[in-house]
């Protein structure tokens, strides 16, 4: 969602940290580093400046276990949603460890990129009908500087 409202707002292509896309001479750079999912850059040199989308735990941990439970299944990603049951048993087992990933994931972008080369996004506003725009906005400027 992100990366088509960036090349939506400066007409340049996005990519990830995997180079899955293939796009090249990109504005942005997709990454979910520091966590397994994510390969580490070299983040001041490479990627001055970050906009951190963060989604709240509680809606975060759930999605992220029903892209597992595609994964496991060999489903389209973004298709189904797991079973009540298995999200259940996987949330009790996990919750610890995730909030940790969570806050881990947070603390390195908080802690590696200033105010100033840094916007913080929440996941549930820029999804939101009414604050969607202002976020778009936020992001807008944030890129043309």
């Known amino acids: 969602m992100t990366w088509l409202l960036i090349e939506a707002i400066t007409g340049f292509s996005t990519g990830d940290d995997f180079g899955i896309n293939g796009a090249h001479n990109i504005v942005s750079i997709k990454t979910h580093y520091p966590s397994s999912e994510g390969k580490q850059m070299a983040a001041n040199e490479v990627v001055?400046?970050?906009?951190?989308?963060?989604?709240?735990?509680?809606?975060?941990?759930?999605?992220y276990y029903n892209y597992l439970y595609e994964m496991e299944n060999k489903l389209e990603n973004h298709s189904t949603r797991a079973p009540l049951e298995a999200w259940i048993s996987w949330r009790d087992a996990n919750f610890d460890k995730e909030i940790e990933n969570w806050r881990r994931f947070v603390e390195y972008w908080m802690d590696n990129y200033s105010p100033i080369?840094?916007?913080?996004?929440?996941?549930?506003?820029?999804?939101?009908?009414?604050m969607g725009a202002v976020e778009a906005t936020r992001i807008a400027e944030f890129l043309s500087r």
């Open 48 to 63: 001055p400046r970050a906009i951190l989308l963060l989604r709240h735990p509680l809606s975060a941990f759930p999605s």
């Open 117 to 130: 080369n840094r916007l913080v996004v929440s996941y549930e506003k820029i999804t939101d009908d009414i």
